[in-house]
């Protein structure tokens, strides 16, 4: 026992290593699904995949305005259609070989032909008509039409001479020594535990400032919020308000509230149908008035909803873009004032007189009772349901608040059974998609089809502004544009965009001193559009890479403690019983 | 014997086979699109969504969705995972280790404290040792897990890590990772322990305090036993038997983790897996880690039975 225990010492006291390696450890929330860049669809994986695999261009780190990826310069021809990038010299691979012009169109061509390829990312080469590389240093890009976002094409690109003796795409998880060419390299995945990435010494850009890079995963953010108190962690992001205002005042933990990319919304069943005009579910018919949807917004308190409910950490609604976009941010020209007295005077016009109940009824004799569907998943949706439902009580409109499962509301919501819904979504720098999702041809094709709209929203001057943007490849005309459309569907009013999140992270600063934002200033460490805040984080002078969190030696010797000592009690009793059965 | 053991194994046989019917119909109850939740927050349009529909089968009729299903069980393949995009053998197989350390080793430790304690508190019925040990075992199985794994977390402070199996920093040789992982699976352990090892301690207790008057224990003392050999070899062995139906139930559980546990401490384990499945929902995860857990109760319980036959002769006469 007593030898066991010796050697179980022995290695508690490791061998003092000269150069611990710096290493900055990142909490990851969210589930990795793939790290196959071809497959990987959710924030955490495209998250490492930035890091790992550069894209055709940047986001600038200042203003996110395009800048040198894999490519450093472009140009378009005089018809919008073709597109002609250039790869400068000096870039590598993690295994020295040169990233050249023929790496881009192998990537791109491959997920044009194999469906499997384009699983995750597929979207962007839909309207490529095709692309070559005519030697090492030039991509040429030929679109069918007129493209707005090519200069934002979110897709990795990979090493050909990896990736071509790949097989079966859909089969490759990429997961041990991957090529790539990135400012990190991937070290090792233990799927649910950990990634760890060393620096890539040879960046183009320059080698990253210390040597490892560790995502740890965590199952909730408490948990995260608690390992990086104990300092097992050195940047934790995706807080809630109670999370971050717990962190306030804590010496060695800087905070940072910045800009998010996320907006919650209130969709509003102005008529849910399909693509063809058939209309489908069951909601209410005085949502189909636009004057009962304008009185629905300036009857719900904005300010009131993010003091109480997002806990000030957020930003007032307006367009469908939020304002760490600037280019494309809406700021309506006439903003719907929070005036609930205008708003019953607007009803009482419109010919919805009060009820006996005080509640109002339409033309069709039917009262104003909407309900109300909100996620079981977050806590945002009960909150804000009660806020609501007393701001619409008060211009005479019923509302039942129901909160369902995820799953249940979904379907609820893509048949258009629900006369109020909570939505939101996260949007890029190129506001194409989002867009895109309120256009008629989102709708479903078919009543038991499910489109991506969520507003169900059909408007014919929203769809020309919409098809107008996606051509116009000069930035001024285009935010205009886009500004246009998101002022039309603000004053339509499908749904109310009730506030912009924000980004609630924290770090340690006894180990990392700073990191590079995005935007700046005002932007976000983690999540961004691209990999600025691991590449450009420093390490404190202080930090010199520790080995392992105190608790560990403590918590290893309680350990053999513990099993010391219930081997000697068992001895003990062993010998004690054996003495009695001699008597 | 022989046509008993058939008997079992054939029940236990039916037993999967119903597990597997009811698995795959029972999930298709779940609201929500199987493909709406592998394209979530994903630029997809419509036709993509089609596509991947008929790519698995969900436009096809039920029945032959289920006779597919069945036929892939059968060549040992279940299918693959919506989310994750890898086969759910390799899902459960990566989560399966984790889960049988943590709730194996704490199942092993509840059921012999459990025991010892319910077996001591019987013999001395009533005394303070009786009182206290009971009354602590009821604490601890009234307390719901996650917060009693919260409050370890927070009264131990820094001296045991707030969650995961081992550091990423920890160096690759198996001492520093073995200690690592020890080390990790202190607080998740204690937190199982103390929530279940209060039923063992029960169902011993009263076990062996129905046998406590019985003739045959007068018989040894009066053979000139001592009071210790009295209670070891007479009459624990006959308290044994409902214990060891309960144990094997709950070693049948053990693969279904604790859900509650491995969240808080972020175990990588499979308990969290079958939430996710079932939070998506991913259907062939879902019904994947259905067939293994329920599987694993079944056979189980059939080991029970074989077991009951060794420890007792009269089942053996039956």
């Known amino acids: 026992m007593v030898g066991a225990a010796a050697l179980v010492v022995v290695p508690l006291a490791p061998p003092v290593q000269a150069q611990q390696p710096v290493t900055l450890r990142v909490a990851i929330v969210q589930q990795i699904d793939s790290l196959n860049p071809f497959l990987a669809a959710y924030q955490a994986s495209t998250e490492v995949g930035r890091l790992m695999y550069d894209y055709l261009t940047a986001y600038d780190a200042k203003d996110q305005r395009p800048v040198e990826g894999v490519a450093k ?425 009730l506030g912009y999140d924000s980004a609630l992270e924290a770090h340690r600063n006894d180990t990392f001193a700073s990191f590079t934002i995005q935007p700046d200033p005002g932007g976000v460490i983690m999540a961004q559009n691209g990999a600025w805040g691991y590449y450009g984080a420093v390490p404190a002078a202080a930090a010199s890479g520790s080995s392992g969190p105190s608790g560990l030696l403590i918590g290893g010797i309680v350990v053999v403690v513990l099993l010391v000592g219930g081997g000697v009690w068992l001895l003990a009793k062993r010998r004690g019983a054996t003495a009695g059965d001699r008597e | 014997m022989l046509r008993h053991v058939a008997g079992k194994l054939g029940g236990a046989v039916a037993g999967v086979a119903a597990v597997v019917v009811l698995g795959f119909f029972l999930f298709r109850m779940i609201p929500g699109d199987p493909t709406v939740t592998m394209t979530r927050g994903r630029q997809v349009d419509e036709a993509q969504i089609a596509e991947l529909r008929a790519l698995h089968g969900y436009d096809r009729p039920i029945v032959e969705q289920f006779g597919k299903y069945v036929g892939g069980l059968l060549r040992g393949d279940m299918g693959t995972s919506l989310f994750y995009r890898r086969t759910v053998a390799e899902l459960i197989g990566e989560r399966v280790g984790p889960t049988l350390l943590l709730v194996g080793t704490s199942t092993l430790i509840a059921v012999t404290l459990g025991l010892w304690l319910g077996i001591r508190g019987a013999w001395r019925r009533d005394s303070l040792f009786d009182r206290t040990s009971t009354g602590v075992a009821l604490l601890g199985w009234a307390m719901p897990a996650f917060w009693l794994g919260m409050l370890l977390s927070m009264v131990t402070g820094d001296l045991f890590p707030s969650g995961g199996m081992r550091f990423s920093s920890t160096p690759p040789g198996f001492w520093p990772q073995a200690l690592d992982v020890a080390h990790h699976m202190v607080l998740p352990s204690l937190t199982l322990i103390a929530v279940v090892y209060a039923q063992y301690q029960l169902v011993m207790r009263s076990s062996l305090l129905e046998e406590m008057n019985a003739d045959y224990l007068t018989t040894a003392r009066a053979k000139g036993l001592r009071d210790d050999q009295v209670r070891r070899r007479h009459a624990v062995p006959n308290a044994l038997l409902p214990t060891v139906t309960l144990v094997f139930l709950h070693i049948g559980l053990v693969v279904t983790g604790a859900i509650t546990v491995e969240t808080v401490y972020s175990w990588p ?39 009951y036959q060794v420890l007792d002769p009269r089942v053996r006469a039956s």
């Open chain 1, 73 to 497: 310069s472009w140009e378009k021809s005089a018809d919008n259609l073709t597109w002609t990038f250039t790869v400068p010299d000096g870039k590598k691979w993690s295994d020295g070989q040169p990233v050249t012009a023929r790496d881009v169109a192998f990537t791109y061509n491959l997920m044009m032909t194999d469906p499997d390829a384009a699983t995750a990312n597929g979207s962007f080469v839909a309207g490529f008509e095709s692309v070559v590389a005519p030697d090492d240093r030039t991509v040429v890009i030929k679109t069918t039409a007129p493209r707005a976002s090519m200069l934002a094409l979110d897709v990795p690109i990979v090493p050909e001479h990896v990736w071509k003796g790949v097989g079966k795409i859909a089969d490759f998880k990429n997961d041990t020594a991957p090529v790539s060419s990135g400012p990190f390299v991937l070290s090792e995945y233990r799927a649910n535990e950990f990634i760890k990435m060393k620096a890539n010494k040879d960046y183009w850009r320059g080698a990253p400032k210390y040597d490892e890079l560790h995502f740890v995963y965590y199952k909730t953010v408490d948990a995260a919020v608690q390992a990086l108190g104990k300092g097992e962690l050195d940047l934790v992001n995706r807080m809630g308000p109670a999370q971050f205002d717990s962190l306030k005042g804590k010496s060695d933990i800087t905070l940072n509230k910045a800009q998010g990319r996320r907006f919650n919304e209130l969709v509003l069943n102005s008529g849910a149908a399909t693509k063809t005009g058939e209309p489908i579910g069951d909601g209410h018919p005085a949502l189909k008035d636009v004057k009962v949807r304008q009185a629905v917004a300036k009857a719900i308190d904005l300010d009131a909803i993010i003091a109480r409910v997002n806990g000030g950490y957020a930003e007032r609604g307006t367009g469908l873009i939020p304002p760490v976009f600037p280019d494309y941010h809406l700021t309506p020209a006439k903003a719907w004032p929070f005036d609930p007295a205008a708003a019953n005077t607007d009803l009482d016009q419109a010919g919805y007189p009060r009820g006996s109940d005080g509640t109002r009824v339409g033309p069709d004799g039917r009262p104003l009772k909407f309900r109300l569907l909100g996620h079981a998943s977050r806590a945002y949706d009960e909150q804000a349901g009660e806020y609501v439902k007393s701001s619409l009580a008060e211009i005479g409109i019923a509302v039942d608040v129901q909160i369902v499962a995820d799953t249940l509301l979904d379907e609820y919501s893509v048949a258009g059974k629900f006369d109020l819904v909570f939505s939101g979504w996260g949007t890029n720098p190129d506001p194409d998609f989002i867009l895109s999702l309120h256009t008629c041809g989102a709708r479903p094709a078919s009543p038991s089809a499910s489109g991506t709209t969520d507003t169900f929203f059909c408007d014919p001057t929203y769809d020309e502004l919409y098809a107008k943007q996606g051509a116009e490849l000069d930035q001024a005309k285009r935010s205009e544009l886009v500004k246009q459309m998101q002022q039309r569907f603000y004053d339509q009013v499908p749904a109310v965009v």
């Open chain 2, 269 to 307: 384990g499979l308990g969290l897996l079958t939430y996710e499945a079932l939070a998506g929902p991913d259907l062939p995860l879902l019904q994947g880690t259905f067939v293994v857990l329920a599987g694993s109760v079944i056979v189980m319980n059939v080991l029970a039975d074989l077991l």
